[in-house]
């Protein structure tokens, strides 16, 4: 199995940036595809980005794509989402999460493993 822990969250004006950070336990990591999907209050979980085993590949969400960047560093068992140009609409809990197998990458009942959440909140 995979334990995850989001960091980096926080208050940032529009326009500003934000690196977030998701640290996996276990030897396996490199085994897993990853996401990145957020929620905001009142609001059902979205997809906003995901990236392959090795890196290779990555797919994000319309709102998020030219402005996020999803990476990995499996030396380090970590993913992490760069989010520039950040908008007001961007606030919400960020989750990273630990993709089974052959599931479909934007649908979050494909993934095993999941983080507690990071806030970040962008204000105007």
């Known amino acids: 199995q995979v334990q995850l822990v989001e960091s980096g969250g926080g208050l940032v004006q529009a326009g500003g940036s934000l690196r977030l950070s998701c640290a996996a336990s276990g030897r396996t990591f490199s085994s897993y595809a990853m996401g990145w999907f957020r929620q905001a209050p009142g609001k059902e979980r979205d997809f906003v980005a995901y990236i392959t085993r090795s890196g290779g590949s990555t797919i994000y969400a319309d709102s998020v794509k030219g402005r996020f960047t999803i990476s990995r560093d499996n030396a380090k068992n970590t993913v992490y989402l760069q989010m520039n140009s950040l908008k007001p609409e961007d606030t919400a809990v960020y989750f990273c999460?630990?993709?089974?197998?052959?599931?479909?990458?934007?649908?979050?009942?494909?993934?095993?493993?999941w983080g507690q959440g990071t806030q970040v909140t962008v204000s105007s």
């Open positions: 999460a630990a993709e089974v197998p052959g599931q479909i990458p934007r649908d979050d009942r494909g993934y095993d493993y």
